[in-house]
């Protein structure tokens, strides 16, 4: 990555020489033993994604900077900068929908495990692939067994796709063919919602607890939770990079999510 990028509002990276980020982007750049970030006010969903997978080629442990207007948060890890970038764009997405769904993303804690209730998710939730390769990783998460379990791949252009989906599906209505970059799919609201998701995964490389409400058919909003398992092995390829995911409506398991 350069010592100092630009990511503009539809989501274009460049070199910048600028002291502020574009209007509607984001402004990365290497300083001091740092990484410093800085967001226009109303940064788009399209620039931190793409902030989000430029960040992916920052060593863990630089300590990062955030910045937006006069607010300065110092000492992040990169963990906890992509987490709060993925908190934006889910935000934006949400607000803009609220009808449909509105929810909050976290890391996986002992306390998480504690609360889930459903077998299911705790099988994805509990397993331990680090240190593995993305091959043993991918075994292991077989082994487990969980049901309706969503694979998610990237290819060389770092662009998300479906390689595997449970057999029926009742939410979302409709979904991209299996191996169909997930960013074509501009019109689907719930499309860019899950893609932020996959995205923010791949960014903070840990496990994620997702929940909240989403609309499905006339029944109105309806409580669900989501279990969100990256594999990104350090010394792996980037193309052998997975996202496993698997969700539940908590008052129905009859209902099929992804």
Same mark, same amino acid.
């Given at each position: ?21 574009? #209007? ?20 788009? /969903?399209?620039?931190?994604?793409? =902030? ?6 920052? /060593? ?5 900077? *955030? ?12 963990? @906890? ?8 764009? =889910?935000?934006?997405? #949400?607000?803009?929908? @609220?009808?449909?769904?509105?929810? &909050? =993303?976290? *890391? ?5 495990? !504690?609360?889930?209730?459903?077998? &299911? ?5 509990? *397993? ?39 057999? /029926? ?13 997930? %960013? @074509?799919?501009? %019109? ?10 996959? @995205? ?24 669900? !939770?989501? +279990? +969100?398992?990256? +594999? ?15 969700? #539940?409506?908590?008052? &129905?398991?009859?209902?099929? +999510?992804?």
């Amino acid at each position: 990555m350069r010592a100092q990028i630009a990511i503009t509002r539809g989501g274009v990276t460049k070199a910048s020489t600028s002291a502020s980020p574009p #209007e509607g982007g984001a402004l990365a750049k290497r300083a001091n033993g740092t990484f410093q970030i800085s967001l226009h006010r109303r940064v788009s /969903e399209s620039a931190l994604i793409n =902030l989000m997978r430029a960040l992916r080629a920052i /060593e863990p442990e630089l300590p990062m900077n *955030l910045r937006v207007d006069a607010q300065l948060q110092q000492g992040l890890s990169r963990s @906890e900068l992509c987490l709060q970038l993925a908190l934006r764009a =889910l935000g934006d997405i #949400e607000r803009n929908n @609220e009808a449909l769904f509105m929810s &909050n =993303l976290e *890391l996986v804690q002992p306390a998480t495990l !504690k609360s889930l209730t459903s077998s &299911n998710l705790l099988r994805l939730a509990q *397993l331990d692939m680090n240190n593995m390769d993305a091959p043993s990783a991918l075994m292991k998460a077989s082994a487990a067994r969980v049901s309706n379990l969503v694979s998610v791949g990237q290819n060389r252009s770092m662009r998300l796709y479906f390689l595997a989906l449970p057999a /029926e599906v009742d939410w979302p209505a409709s979904l991209p063919d299996i191996g169909a970059p997930l %960013d @074509e799919e501009t %019109d689907s609201v719930p499309c860019r919602w899950l893609s932020t998701l996959y @995205e923010a995964a791949m960014a903070i490389q840990a496990p994620l607890y997702h929940h909240g409400f989403i609309r499905i058919g006339p029944a109105g909003m309806r409580p669900f !939770k989501r +279990i +969100i398992h990256p +594999i990104t092995p350090q010394n792996d390829r980037p193309s052998n990079f997975r996202v496993l995911s698997v969700a #539940e409506i908590s008052e &129905n398991d009859a209902i099929v +999510i992804i």
